[in-house]
């Protein structure tokens, strides 16, 4: 379902290129089928929402075996206990179970593409390697913490992201704007080309190269405002999956 979902969205859209044609879009087979797979997923989402509400009315009644919260519980929780200045919602709820699911698609293909890139340069494989087997010598469980001492491995991880960088969300155009000359009318669908800003030549030394000392000593980082790196976006609208998604992709690796 989400990989049918994620090419539906993916799609051609007319509109993007000849905003006046929009309405065209909207009686298409295209626009139904995204319309009924929203409604698809938006019924699994619920489901399981229902499911752990379900499960916790049944331990709080004891009639339920307790095996420690999840992350949909917690949000379950804060909901009830009513701890936020705002209020959360079920949509809230479903737009994080979502996030989960699309994010685990992006880590795995940064994955392969790290793969990929290690297995062309053996050297760095090597090195990479290396720091592994350093920051855990003869340990056989790691936590997150061992994770976090493998500064190599980041350098892999920041400069695939760098040559292969997930698809940004789209972003629609609030009101009408000029970049560089080009107006940008109201209401149409922005796309943030996070390809070739990695390969911009004025802004990378020999951008074609996988060459993960790049980022050695560099202020450039996914948190930072450095425009010209956005594998996760930027600026208060920033992936909220960052960290898990970092996550995702390094433990694999290591």
């Not at 350093?134 to 493998?150: P, R, S, V």
């Amino acid at each position: 379902m989400m990989k049918d979902a994620l090419i539906l969205v993916g799609g051609f859209d007319v509109a993007d290129f000849f905003p006046s044609w929009k309405l065209l879009y909207k009686k298409s087979v295209a626009k139904s089928k995204l319309v009924k797979m929203q409604q698809n997923v938006d019924s699994v989402l619920e489901s399981i929402i229902n499911e752990h509400i379900k499960n916790r009315a049944m331990v709080t009644k004891g009639n339920g075996a307790y095996g420690g919260e999840d992350l949909v519980d917690v949000f379950l929780r804060i909901k009830e206990n009513d701890q936020l200045q705002f209020p959360i919602t079920n949509d809230n709820i479903k737009d994080v179970i979502l996030d989960m699911f699309t994010g685990g698609k992006t880590s795995s293909t940064t994955i392969i593409w790290a793969m990929s890139e290690l297995m062309k340069h053996p050297d760095i494989m090597v090195k990479a390697q290396s720091g592994v087997r350093q920051a855990f010598k003869e340990k056989t469980d790691f936590d997150e913490e061992d994770l976090d001492n493998l500064p190599y491995l980041k350098l892999v991880i920041k400069e695939t992201l760098r040559l292969h960088a997930p698809n940004i969300v789209h972003r629609e155009c609030r009101e009408e704007t000029i970049v560089d000359g080009y107006t940008i009318p109201a209401k149409v669908t922005a796309l943030v080309n996070t390809w070739a800003m990695g390969r911009d030549p004025e802004v990378w030394d020999d951008p074609e190269s996988f060459i993960p000392e790049r980022f050695e000593n560099s202020p450039i980082d996914y948190l930072r405002n450095n425009y010209e790196y956005l594998p996760f976006g930027a600026g208060k609208r920033i992936c909220p999956g960052m960290q898990f998604g970092l996550a995702n992709v390094k433990q694999p690796l290591a």
